[in-house]
């Protein structure tokens, strides 16, 4: 099952950047973007819950890193950084972002300042996913396939 969630988690980190590249390309192009932003809202949320679940359960990364090692051990090795603290709280940071974001674009349908959450949002997850390519905490592009 942990394996699943994990697979799930990672495939819905492309409806995440999919959804908020469009919903940043429809707020540029002064579209409504407010589908858009409600989908990314919806599966950011489901992300978060699962990861969140991965986090303090069911993954030896995270939290559980942290009580076994204790936090100094945790923040001296970059791989264990990355899995216990910078992943996480990018994330839940680029999540706030986007939940603020939609909310003030619903409430008000001013685009200005949702765009800069939404890039700020971009930013922030673009860093924290361990792509394939980043040494000693990269994950395959599509796990579980092939």
Same mark, same amino acid.
Request: proline share 4%; charged share 10%.
């Given at each position: 099952?942990?394996?699943?969630? %994990?697979?799930?988690?990672?495939? +819905?980190?492309?409806?995440?950047?999919? @959804? !908020?590249? #469009?919903?940043? /390309?429809?707020?540029? =192009?002064?579209?409504?973007? %407010?589908?858009?932003?409600?989908? +990314?809202?919806?599966?950011?949320?489901? @992300? !978060?819950? #699962?990861?969140? /679940?991965?986090?303090? =359960?069911?993954?030896?990364?995270?939290?559980?890193?942290?009580?076994?090692?204790?936090?100094?051990?945790?923040?001296?090795?970059?791989?264990?950084?990355?899995?216990? =603290?910078?992943?996480?709280?990018?994330?839940?940071?680029?999540?706030?972002?986007?939940?603020?974001?939609?909310?003030?674009?619903?409430?008000?349908?001013?685009?200005?300042?949702?765009?800069?959450?939404?890039?700020?949002?971009?930013?922030?997850?673009?860093?924290?996913?361990?792509?394939?390519?980043?040494?000693?905490?990269?994950?395959?592009?599509?796990?579980?396939?092939?």
């Amino acid at each position: 099952m942990n394996t699943g969630l %994990l697979h799930l988690h990672n495939l +819905l980190r492309w409806v995440i950047l999919i @959804t !908020l590249l #469009l919903s940043i /390309y429809k707020l540029m =192009v002064k579209q409504n973007a %407010l589908s858009t932003s409600k989908i +990314l809202l919806i599966t950011s949320h489901t @992300t !978060l819950v #699962l990861g969140l /679940y991965q986090y303090f =359960v069911s993954s030896p990364l995270g939290f559980k890193m942290i009580q076994t090692g204790g936090m100094a051990t945790v923040m001296k090795d970059s791989v264990s950084r990355f899995w216990a =603290v910078e992943h996480i709280f990018s994330m839940v940071l680029a999540i706030i972002l986007i939940t603020i974001g939609h909310i003030k674009y619903k409430k008000t349908g001013k685009t200005n300042p949702i765009f800069i959450f939404y890039i700020v949002a971009l930013l922030l997850i673009l860093s924290a996913i361990p792509w394939p390519f980043r040494a000693g905490i990269g994950r395959p592009w599509f796990p579980g396939v092939g």
